[in-house]
């Protein structure tokens, strides 16, 4: 697991030196920010825009916002954090499975995974997490989502399946992935049965009866695109059967861009939507309206953006 790791993490800054768009690691991290407060002000639909930018002050793979004030980050050790207004104060909570982790919230509940497969939960806001059980894998898992408090998805890039949870985490069931699927980029569980499955290539594989058929779909990236193997390149959600969001880093002959696609019908078509920040990596609320974006250039450098009214 060592060496997969350690060539993985070889590939990641070869494809992102490439691109003039990874930077040096390095750093403490500041208790303090001295970040303004954020101001959360008619966010809920419209074009994104940018709320706020902090620098957490050490490396981050993974950060998420739950709206302006609350949100949750880990380090590259397995430390977790919490902020309750805006990043301008992060404090340790607990330290769980490391390097490249899975963070998802609904509601009032948090979960997190991280190397090693150790799943653990917060139920108030951040201040203290549970272990709830370990996954059968003892690799990286890199996504989660919850659809409630009951079933979850994980996933790893490393297996040809995925883990299913029906009771809040306490076990889980292997699943393989749909038989045209490439390496994962983003999942999202809208319902207990509801579920999507995105890969770099772009190609969407959406279910309806919980993993036990699939339809594939596409985003139709330019030919030649990819969506870059870095974990959290891409970030998807979506609020109901026809309406969706997917945040995403694109590569293509050497450049690479950001942009947002969005689908009103049920993801058949897809319309690209402008995203004022670089190449990063992304966590998307599940109501679709708060996104969070970790910079490649300037690593552990935090904005959110949200969907301005």
């Known amino acids: 697991m060592v060496k997969n790791f350690t060539q993985s993490f070889k590939q990641f800054c070869v494809l992102f030196v490439l691109l003039s768009l990874f930077g040096c690691l390095g750093g403490k991290i500041s208790v303090s920010t001295g970040t303004s407060a954020p101001v959360e002000a008619g966010c809920g639909s419209g074009a994104w825009t940018l709320l706020w930018t902090m620098d957490f002050g050490q490396p981050t793979l993974s950060v998420m916002f739950r709206d302006a004030s609350f949100g949750i980050s880990t380090d590259l050790s397995g430390g977790i954090f919490y902020t309750e207004d805006g990043g301008m104060t992060w404090n340790y909570a607990a330290t769980s ?20 497969g150790s799943v653990t939960r917060s139920g108030d806001d951040g201040h203290s997490w549970q272990v709830m059980s370990s996954l059968p894998y003892g690799g990286h898992i890199e996504y989660m989502t919850f659809a409630d408090e009951m079933t979850g998805w994980a996933v790893t890039t490393e ?34 049965r509801d579920g999507y499955l995105l890969d770099t290539a772009g190609n969407l594989f959406v279910t309806s009866d919980g993993g036990e058929t699939w339809d ?94």
């Not at 399946?161 to 069931?173: H, K, L, M, Y």
């Not at 959600?237 to 969706?244: E, N």
């Open 216 to 309: 594939m779909l596409s985003l139709a990236l330019p030919e030649g695109s990819s969506i870059p193997t870095l974990n959290h390149s891409a970030a998807m959600r979506f609020t109901d059967a026809q309406h969706g969001f997917i945040a995403l880093n694109l590569i293509s002959g050497g450049s690479g861009r950001v942009l947002g696609l969005r689908t009103e019908d049920s993801g058949a078509t897809w319309t690209e939507v402008p995203l004022p920040v670089p190449m990063g990596m992304f966590h998307l609320t599940r109501d679709g309206i708060y996104l969070t974006h970790v910079d490649l250039i300037d690593h552990g450098r935090i904005t959110v953006l949200c969907l301005m009214k």
């Open 97 to 116: 499975g490391l390097s490249r982790v899975a963070l998802e919230m609904n509601g009032n509940l948090i979960w997190h995974v991280g190397y090693g």
């Open 159 to 192: 297996l040809r399946s995925f883990f299913i949870t029906r009771d809040g985490a306490r076990s889980w069931e292997k699943v393989d992935f749909p038989e045209q699927m490439g390496r994962p980029a983003a999942i999202h569980l809208r319902t207990p």
